[in-house]
């Protein structure tokens, strides 16, 4: 399952927790990292926490994204705990941690303090708001920034209850921009042997995935408001009535006279208003009752032989259990299954991308609750009697298995 990775003998010292920093850190794992994932005595990440669903006690939503971890408990309130993580700091590469701004400074772990133990450290921190501003002290989560950004604007259709994104597009975007800025700072050090501070915030990552829709604004002063499924620029380009339910349409303006043609309405084609773009954009209700008036007279399953068979792009508006039962997706070999030392057998979706020399892969499944900590200080050089004392301390803790 798993083979060499690019970042085979990185290794990261992981802080994150929730979503956004863990994803990075998992991304990084995937591509060979070594990622030992800190996490708070006798509780852990929070994500082990939410549910249902759970398998053996084991959330869902925390081995959704761990994977490629070993998992160490250490109390950063006690001094033994700092000096621990300061000592575990001398050989890794990264650091990466999500605590509110300017709590890692406060346990004596910030990026200077690191850095003057591990000159050539790469220092990532990932904060909901970014370090500067007013708000750069709040409590930031994936619904609060869609909602801030304008996103749930833009997907709410009129005169409904708003609508957020249900993918976590914000924790996502900003666990993948950090992954991107640790590894383009890894490379910066392997040239000239300079370790640096990584920062990225869950807003500044929305907003930068929203480049075509902030476009419309720059460029038209125009607001992108209850758009549902619609593109602001391009029209047909959204979902569209059927006969028994909906399929989505994407074309390009290029793209007009092929999809008259699906539908049986050459005319269109030249129409002193549907053939200019501008005007279909511009009246987008209009040309969407227009449409669905031809599109409504044939099932979904009809149109996407038409649609192919006129080479317009098109698809269902699949559930997920229906995705997993889909030819393409089962092509493409996504879906792991590998054995938790608690849950048991689990299924885990692979990394998204495929290297033809060094593609990396799962070595690990998502770690229990300290499950590693013994592990991971014996590699360190601790003696057993230095571990056992730290035990006796409250210091770290260390999982007891099934």
Not at 117 to 142: H, M, Q, T, V, W
Not at 153 to 173: A, C, H, N, Y
Request: contains cysteine; hydrophobic residues 35%.
């Amino acid at each position: 399952m798993y083979q060499s990775g690019p970042l085979e003998g990185i290794r990261v010292l992981d802080f994150t927790h929730v979503l956004a920093g863990p994803f990075a850190t998992m991304l990084l794992g995937d591509l060979g990292a070594e990622v030992i994932k800190v996490e708070i005595p006798g509780r852990g990440d929070s994500t082990r926490l939410s549910g249902p669903p759970f398998q053996k006690g084991e959330s869902a939503y925390f081995i959704s994204h761990n994977r490629n971890k070993r998992s160490i408990c250490v109390d950063l309130k006690k001094r033994e705990g700092v000096q621990l993580i300061k000592h575990l700091v001398r050989d890794c590469d990264v650091v990466a941690e999500s605590f509110r701004t300017g709590v890692m400074d406060r346990l004596g772990l910030g990026y200077e303090e690191m850095k003057k133990i591990k000159p050539d450290l790469i220092y990532a921190s990932l904060s909901a708001f970014g370090n500067e501003g007013p708000y750069r002290d709040r409590p930031g989560f994936e619904l609060i920034v869609q909602g801030l950004t304008g996103l749930v604007s833009v997907t709410t259709e009129p005169g409904r209850r708003p609508f957020k994104i249900q993918i976590q597009v914000v924790d996502l975007s900003a666990g993948m921009f950090l992954a991107l800025a640790i590894t383009a700072a890894l490379y910066h050090r392997q040239l000239t042997g300079l370790g640096q501070k990584v920062q990225t915030s869950l807003l500044e990552s929305t907003i930068a995935m929203m480049a075509n829709l902030v476009g419309v604004y720059f460029l038209a002063g125009r607001v992108p408001l209850g758009m549902g499924t619609r593109n602001p620029q391009v029209m047909p380009s959204q979902a569209f009535k059927t006969k028994d339910s909906y399929i989505v349409v994407v074309t390009q303006p290029q793209h007009w006279e092929r999809f008259c043609k699906a539908l049986g309405k050459p005319e269109w084609i030249t129409d002193e208003n549907l053939g200019k773009g501008k005007y279909r954009v511009e009246h987008y209700d209009e040309t969407e009752r227009i449409i669905e008036e031809v599109t409504t007279t044939r099932t979904t399953q009809a149109w996407l032989e038409i649609f192919e068979e006129h080479q317009i792009a098109a698809g269902p508006i699949n559930t997920v259990e229906e995705l997993f039962h889909d030819p393409q997706f089962e092509a493409l070999d996504m879906v792991a299954t590998l054995k938790h030392p608690k849950a048991g057998r689990i299924k885990l979706l692979t990394q998204p991308w495929k290297l033809s020399e060094t593609p990396g892969g799962i070595k690990l499944p998502p770690p229990m609750l300290g499950e590693h900590t013994t592990q991971v200080l014996t590699e360190r050089g601790l003696s057993v009697e230095q571990i056992e004392a730290l035990k006796e301390k409250g210091v770290i803790h260390e999982s007891k298995g099934k």
